[in-house]
């Protein structure tokens, strides 16, 4: 099944009725290391990337959130501290 002809540089084709993945069964063994550890480093890769992307969402989330919160007791203490002054206000007038 498998025919390889050489050319002037030596390297192998493969016969046209075989599929890439059956063909590749037949390469030698450090062509398929490599390929495997290509492989693996690329998925790899990718899984880090996707890790990354979701680190900067959560931290822009976080920041976001706390920032939120920083505000919201600014503005909630400034607007306790003009109710006290109205409700001293209002008791001297009375």
């Known amino acids: 099944?498998?025919?390889?002809?050489?050319?002037?540089?030596g390297a192998g084709e493969y016969d046209q009725k075989?599929?890439?993945?059956?063909?590749?069964w037949f390469r030698?063994?450090?062509?398929?290391?490599?390929?495997?550890?290509?492989l693996a480093s690329g998925i790899f890769a990718v899984l880090i990337?996707?890790?990354e992307l979701f680190v900067a969402f959560l931290?822009?989330?976080v920041f976001m959130f706390l920032s939120a919160v920083f505000i919201s007791?600014?503005?909630?203490h400034e607007e306790e501290?003009?109710?006290?002054?109205?409700?001293?206000a209002t008791s001297a007038a009375h």
């Open 81 to 88: 501290g003009e109710a006290h002054e109205l409700d001293g």
């Open 28 to 38: 030698p063994l450090h062509l398929r290391i490599i390929t495997g550890v290509t």
């Open 59 to 61: 931290q822009a989330f």
């Open 49 to 51: 990337t996707f890790m």
């Open 73 to 76: 007791l600014m503005s909630h």
């Open 1 to 9: 099944q498998y025919r390889a002809t050489a050319d002037h540089r």
């Open 18 to 24: 075989q599929s890439y993945f059956e063909a590749a």
